[in-house]
Structure formats: C-alpha cells, structure tokens
C-alpha cells in the first residue's frame, strides 16, 4: 500500500476517493433505510392514535373483528415469554460460556463450538414444530396444565434459540480478558473456580450483559415459532399461573392477522402501531446493549 | 488396455455431445408447446378481455382442498389452461378480491356488506357462486365420555361461561378452547352461528381464554394430544383420531351427528354454504370453468367430505 502509493499517486488518490464514496453511501443508505422504515411504520401506525380511542388502545381485550384493540395483553404477553426465556437462558448460556473458554481442554472446546454455532442456524420453524409435537405433550403430561401450548413451553423454546446467540457472544467477552488477570489470580493463590468466579466473570461482565440483550433482543422478535407453540388466547398473563397458560405475542399477532386486513383499515392501523411498539422497545433493548458495548471498548482501551 | 483409453474417451465425447443434442431439441419443443397455450387465447382475447389462460384462485382453507381438486380435474379436461389455487383464509381471498389481485376468491362466510362497497369501490363488484355446503363438527378428545351437547351449552363453554367438563356431564377437568385465527370464515361463523346462536344484536365473543391456532391441523393435533380440548372444524377436515359430538338445536330437540345425510336433510344444526366470488359478471372460461364446478365437479364435493349441493 505504502510503496504504491508513491509510485503512482494520481490513481491511488483517485481510487481511494471512490472507494471512500462508495463507502459512505453505502454506510449512510443503511442508516437512511432504517430511517425510512421507522418513518413507514409511523406513517401506517399512527393514524391509529386518531382511529381507536386511546381507553380502546390501552385495554386488556384482543378481538379485531369486533373493534376491540386492547394491546395489553399482547406486550404483557411478548415481554413474559422474552423474560422468562431469559431467565432459562441466562445461567444455561454463561455456565457453557465459562465450560468452553476457561474449563474445557482444547479437543472438547474444538467440538463444541462448531456443535453451537450449528444450533444457531437451526430455523425457528422447526423448533416450532419440534415444540409442537414433543414439549407441549410433556409439559401437558408432566405438569398437568390444561393444554401443553403455553407461555412456559415458548419460554423454553426461545431460550434454546437464543442459546447459541449469547454464548458466542459471551464467550468472545471471556476471551478478551487478559490473561494477566487469570496470571495474577492464580499467583496469588486462588483456585481456578475462584479467578473464574471472582475474577474473569466479572472482567467480562458488560460483554455478558451486551450477549444477553442480544439474546433478548432475538426473542422477542421471534414470531413463527411462539405462534407454534404459545396457543395464541389473547388473555392477560397477570395472576401467578399465567406462566403456564396460553398467551399471545405481539408478533404472532401481526404474522397471524397481517395477510386478512384490508389495507388502510383501522385494524391494519393497528397492527402498525403495534409493530411501532415493537421497534421501540427492541430499540431500548439494543441501546441498552450498545450502551454497554461502549463501556466496555472505554475499558478495553485502560489495558 | 492403452489402445482403449482413447477410443473410450471419444466414445465418452460422442455421447455427451449427442445428449446436448437431445437436450437442446428437447428444449426447443418444450418451449414450442409452451408457447402454444399463449396461441389460441389471442383470439378470444378480442371478445372477452381475457388475456392470461391462468385462473387466480385464493381464500379460505376450508375450501382450499376442494379447489385443488377442482382445478386439477378441470386442467385434464382443459390442458391449455393453468388454475392456482392459494389458501390463507376466507378473510385473504377477499381482500385479494377487493385488490383485485385474485379472479375467483373462495370464501366459508359471505362477504361483509361493507367488503362489498370497498370492492365495489374499487371497481370489482362482487358475484356470489355456492359452491358446496359444509357442516361444522364439534370434536372433543376420543377418551372425552361428553358424546352431546345441545347449541346453548356449545355457546357458554366458549364464551367461558361453563370451564369444567364435568358441568356438561364429563370428568372433573378444565376446559381448553380451540378456535381456528380470526380471519378464518369458519371463526366467523362460529361466532355468528354457534356462540350468538344466530341473534345479530348478541354480543358475545370468544372467551378471552380461547387458543387461536394458525391451521386446522394445529386444531386436530392438539385435540388428539389433549383430553381436556374442545375444538371446531369443517367435516371434511376430522379425522377418526378425534371424536365428533352431537349436536342439537336447544334441550327438546334431537341430538344429531354431523354427517352428509344429516345436513342435507337439514337436521344438523350448524352448517353453511361454501361460496366462490369472481369480480364482476364472469366471462369466458372463468365462466365455464363455475358452470363445470355447479354441474361436473360436485361429484368432488362429496369424496372430500363436503356436502354437494342439491
């Protein structure tokens, strides 16, 4: 690069100045593209806030051939089967995380992080399937509620799905931790669980924290397989047992109702504004993650 | 052994090329006779407008085997023209209708009144066809002991006004609803036949409760699997893994199985008309192809578990 430079300076500079164009348009039209599809979400939602009276909006009945738009227990609904697919995933994931960069010897770790990357690319449809026909008649069988297709067996499905997802990621975090770190725990004579423990876990903990919004951020996108496996009642999951009841997602429901609505309904409208609702709070969760992406490159940078 | 080597290697190259040849004569015939369809149907397109010899065929899923037949059987008669035939749900066939995207919507309720303005709005005003009729069965798990229910006991277990089995004469269970998504014509119908047992101002729904499965094969499944479900679906669709209950008008009356005979002389109380809606009066061979299906095809009706018309 160096030597070709001054050789021929007048052609570098020209490629170089389309290289760099090229590259900020395309940079740019990706931002631009996120913003014209925020800008289309809004266009198609927000008529809704002039169209269904916000008490209608707000309310807990789900039944759009009826004009009842009560989005409450859809967001309840995603934001319970997410937090509990987490809570699953969580300690499963970081525990696999820990195994494969700080436990597990060389040939085991060669095997498993192929095996997880693979789980990664199974396609959501066929765990649904899978949840379909063998978890839900377990959870029936096993935990005597009275259908299998419940907010529990999605939880459980999800959180095999964004396994694979969190553990790459938090895996990465633990690979970044100095290994002076582990050195100076060791030689100050704790045993390899304490400098796992006290030591590296925390060191990465913003790279873990950052895994896990992804994880969730993966989840309560996820539509094709909760509308497999969740049973899809529109009910609101407030009492204790709601867990092991059917609930309905928000993205079930746009992926269930998007292909009846005529364009330009109030239900069509609707669905919109539930996409929007959709969007930001997937966009607080990524900033979340990104937030502590940075404070972890702030940190990187002390080393 | 060294003689043979090349004569086999020219052998090899001869045949390869004469496969190409093959190949490509093959293709130049293919692509011949396919442009033949295209040929006969410029000359009635003076007379009707109708420029593709493909039929678009959309709606409900009830309706959607049915149609395959159709349009299978009607292709072997008419090999120049195409029909595809796509599911999705009454509620899809129409708005495609309404768009106009579709020549035929099927379709297991009418259209709405105000689908009619929106597709008379557009310049697709609607021609309603029956097809077929179609009885819905209530099915329950085979182990379930429930064989009867009379219409108002159907109407309070899914607005969730009765929630055991045993209340109906069954064990001591929870009930689990089935129900097919909303924009199926066959959810419409339940809720406008069955649940508010045909009384227009009523304004009961769906219990709250009520799992709205995606296909009717997410009905069946999880009526095989579990003993507390309850579940509706268009005869054609029950398999004998699920167990029919029989149905009767109010507590006086008889309880009737749902079966060819029993909706044909009227006696089973909840069944429809299947309708087909082509846009605007049909012309050409859409309108050949309806005449078929009203005459020929309902031999079909009744190998696929629907009830042909009379």
């Known amino acids: 690069m160096a030597e070709s430079s001054v050789t021929n300076k007048p052609r570098r500079r020209w490629t170089e100045f389309a290289t760099e164009a090229l590259i900020k348009v395309l940079g740019f039209s990706s931002i631009g593209i996120v913003i014209l599809i925020f800008l289309f979400l809004l266009r198609e939602g927000l008529p809704v806030l002039f169209e269904v009276p916000l008490g209608n909006f707000l309310g807990t009945r789900w039944y759009p051939i009826e004009d009842l738009y009560g989005i409450l227990p859809l967001i309840l609904g995603s934001i319970l089967v997410t937090l509990v697919a987490i809570i699953i995933a969580l300690p499963l994931s970081v525990a696999t995380a820990v195994f494969v960069r700080e436990v597990a010897p060389n040939w085991v770790r060669e095997i498993l992080k192929p095996m997880i990357e693979v789980m990664a690319g199974i396609p959501s449809v066929v765990l649904g399937f899978f949840g379909m026909t063998l978890i839900a008649p377990l959870i029936l069988q096993v935990l005597g509620t009275p259908t299998g297709l419940t907010a529990f067996t999605g939880a459980l499905i999800l959180a095999y799905m964004a396994l694979p997802t969190i553990v790459s990621v938090a895996e990465d975090a633990l690979d970044s931790v100095p290994k002076s770190y582990r050195d100076a725990s060791l030689a100050m004579g704790a045993t390899q669980w304490q400098t796992i423990w006290r030591v590296v876990v925390p060191a990465a903990r913003s790279g873990i924290v950052t895994a896990v919004m992804l994880g969730m951020g993966r989840a309560i996108g996820e539509t094709m397989l909760v509308m497999m496996v969740t049973g899809n009642a529109a009910r609101l999951p407030t009492t204790l047992d709601s867990l092991f009841r059917p609930v309905r997602t928000t993205t079930a429901t746009i992926a269930a109702e998007m292909g009846e609505v005529a364009q330009g309904s109030t239900h069509y409208h609707v669905l919109f504004g539930l996409g929007i609702v959709l969007f930001l709070l997937t966009f607080i969760i990524n900033l979340t993650a990104a937030s502590t992406i940075f404070k972890k490159r702030r940190r990187g940078g002390l080393r | ?310």
């Open chain 2, 1 to 310: 052994m060294a003689l043979h080597r090349p004569i086999s290697g020219i052998k090899s190259k001869n045949i390869l090329l004469r496969i190409l040849f093959i190949l490509s004569i093959l293709s130049i015939l293919a692509l011949s006779t396919a442009c033949q369809p295209g040929e006969p149907d410029i000359l009635p397109e003076g007379g009707n407008g109708q420029q593709t010899t493909t039929i678009e065929n959309k709606g409900s899923d009830t309706l959607v085997n049915l149609a395959l037949a159709w349009a299978e059987d009607y292709a072997e008669l008419n090999p120049n023209l195409s029909i595809s035939v796509t599911g999705g749900g009454s509620g899809t066939g129409i708005a495609a209708m309404i768009n106009g995207t579709v020549d035929i919507a099927n379709a297991s309720r009418a259209m709405k009144p105000e689908e009619v303005a929106a597709a008379e709005a557009n310049g697709f005003p609607p021609m309603e066809f029956v097809v077929a009729r179609d009885a819905i069965a209530v099915v329950v798990h085979p182990s379930n002991p429930v064989d009867e229910l009379t219409m108002k006991q159907v109407s309070d277990i899914y607005t969730g006004k009765i929630t055991n089995w045993s209340e109906v004469g069954g064990e001591d269970r929870p009930i689990v609803l089935l129900s097919r998504e909303s924009n199926s014509g066959t959810h419409v119908y339940f809720l406008e036949n069955v649940i508010r047992l045909g009384d227009k101002n009523s304004d009961l729904l769906f219990s709250p409760d009520t799992l709205l499965m995606p296909s009717s094969e997410g009905i069946s499944s999880e009526v095989r699997l579990n003993p507390n479900a309850i579940g509706y679906d268009g005869l054609g669709y029950v398999t004998h893994d699920q167990k029919m209950v029989a149905i009767a008008q109010d507590a006086n009356g008889s309880y009737v199985l749902p079966s060819v005979e029993s909706v044909n002389d009227g006696s089973y109380p909840i069944s429809r008309p299947l309708f087909m809606y082509t846009a605007g009066e049909p012309t050409g061979q859409i309108k050949e192809y309806l005449d078929w299906i009203l005459n020929e095809g309902q031999v079909l009706v009744l190998e696929l578990g629907f009830v042909p018309l009379q």
